[in-house]
């Protein structure tokens, strides 16, 4: 096999990985992480811009879709169950909390607000809108 047949092969699988995932969420992570994953990937394999890129793309789609993942699940938890959720990561350096705020009786949705903390930093912060209709 060539060079040029392995790199097609690479970067097919690496397309194939992100468009593939389960949910429109891991669809939007994974998309977003393999882009900066990639970039990051073939600025920093000099030698070898194509290697780095397919690997960084590779794992970023990974994370990304992982971490989305985690957002809709602790997002849903905190709305559904009314009190906040957090996740940890093994080794503490990264934090995720999830906190209700409000219900409308009306619409039957429940405002969230969601944190993610990295090394004690906030990273990203945003409400979110959930329907607890069948709640």
Same mark, same amino acid.
């Given at each position: ?27 939007? *992570? =994974? &998309?977003? +992480?393999? #882009?900066? !994953?990639?970039? %990051? @990937? /073939? ?8 290697? *780095? =890129? &397919?690997? +960084?793309? #590779?794992? !970023?789609?990974? %994370? @990304? /879709? ?70």
């Amino acid at each position: 096999m060539t060079k040029k047949h392995g790199r097609t092969i690479m970067v097919s699988a690496a397309i194939g990985l992100c468009i593939t995932a389960c949910t429109p969420y891991q669809y939007q *992570g =994974g &998309v977003a +992480g393999g #882009a900066m !994953g990639g970039i %990051a @990937g /073939a600025v920093l394999d000099y030698r070898n811009p194509w290697r *780095g =890129g &397919v690997i +960084g793309a #590779a794992l !970023g789609a990974v %994370a @990304g /879709a992982t971490i989305a993942d985690i957002s809709v699940q602790g997002t849903r938890e905190a709305a559904y169950v009314g009190r906040p959720v957090e996740y940890r990561t093994e080794d503490r350096r990264g934090y995720y909390y999830a906190e209700p705020l409000d219900y409308d009786p009306q619409t039957h949705c429940r405002r969230v607000r969601e944190r993610v903390y990295e090394d004690g930093y906030l990273v990203r912060e945003r409400v979110q809108i959930v329907s607890v209709a069948s709640y």
